[in-house]
């Protein structure tokens, strides 16, 4: 039996952070990192049958062509995607009233449609990418048992290349679930190796007023390849996403519509339109009979 400081309800039974009961949820869950865009989702809904939130937290439920589906908004961050991912398959996976874990274990498939910035100079502003593969910079995994869903060899590579600081979290690498990639890939994504950062300035390498500590981080990063891989992009969830989901037996990919391109310079000049875009692939994807 789960205590009530572990897992943690609200006053009607619903999950502490995203003030969700079981009932609320679909099986495919859509996860977005600004609120805002949870509405550009479920506007393309059929029928939208639930709409909660707290704080950064919304969730929007419906159908279209006949599919139940969850959009999520998460914030920014993996210690945002720690909550979501371990609320998210609690909801599922936990009995509320008896507060044990179910015997039949249920499981997602988690879709995230997140913005992020190339750091190859070949991927164009305004292009979809599919993440493969992600390096995690931030610390969440190794705080689970997770030694065996990563890859220390391509993880060791990086370090050495990187010359990377003991000051640091050591980085890992997880991967997609090949069978929801199957159903998501097309013509208009291609497949990449996401750098998920622990920030958006300093741990990205932008500089505003503060120095960063390795000025040629950014360089480093994008010449890096181990075999065939070759860091493509960075973000702020990825990493966390493929870990936890792997860790708990759900199903996992990474959409990103690639609003900057760092090596050149630009930046998308209608971000909204290209974010829209993407998401109108992914739905069509998903719902296809």
């Known amino acids: 039996m789960l205590g009530p400081s572990e897992l943690v309800l609200n006053a009607d039974n619903s999950i502490y952070h995203l003030n969700l009961l079981p009932e609320d949820i679909a099986n495919t869950i859509i996860t977005v990192g600004d609120p805002d865009r949870v509405v550009s989702v479920s506007d393309h809904f059929d029928t939208i049958e639930l709409k909660k939130g707290k704080r950064e937290f919304i969730t929007h439920t419906g159908t279209l062509n006949g599919k139940r589906i969850s959009v999520v908004s998460t914030g920014i961050g ?48 305004d292009s979809f ?50 069978s929801l990639a199957e159903r998501l890939l097309s013509e208009d994504l291609r497949l990449g190796f996401t750098g998920t950062n622990v ?48 860790l708990m037996g759900h199903r996992a990919v990474s959409l990103n519509c690639i609003l900057a391109n760092r090596s050149n310079g630009e930046f998308s000049k209608d971000p909204k339109k290209a974010v829209n875009k993407l998401i109108g692939l992914t739905l069509d994807k998903l719902t296809a009979h």
């Not at 993996?78 to 009233?97: G, P, Q, R």
């Not at 498939?109 to 991927?123: C, F, H, N, P, W």
């Not at 075999?227 to 966390?240: H, P």
Request: hydrophobic fraction near 40%; charged fraction near 25%; avoid cysteine.
């Open 199 to 246: 920030g958006f300035y300093g741990p990205q390498g932008r500089k505003l007023r503060l120095d960063t500590d390795d000025s040629e981080l950014n360089a480093k990063l994008a010449s890096f390849k181990y075999r065939d891989l070759q860091i493509t992009n960075l973000e702020m969830e990825t990493s966390a996403i493929y870990g936890l989901s792997k």
């Open 78 to 125: 993996t210690d945002n995607i720690d909550i979501v991912l371990n609320e998210l398959d609690a909801l599922v996976n936990i009995d509320f009233e008896t507060r044990s874990i179910k015997d039949d274990i249920t499981t997602l498939d988690i879709v995230r449609i997140g913005t992020s910035g190339a750091i190859q100079a070949d991927i164009p502003v």
């Open 129 to 178: 990418l599919m993440s493969q593969y992600a390096i995690g910079f931030d610390n969440l995994l190794h705080f689970y048992e997770s030694e065996h869903i990563q890859h220390p060899e391509v993880q060791l590579a990086f370090i050495d290349h990187t010359n990377w600081s003991i000051y640091k979290s050591i980085p890992y690498v997880v991967s997609y679930n090949g």
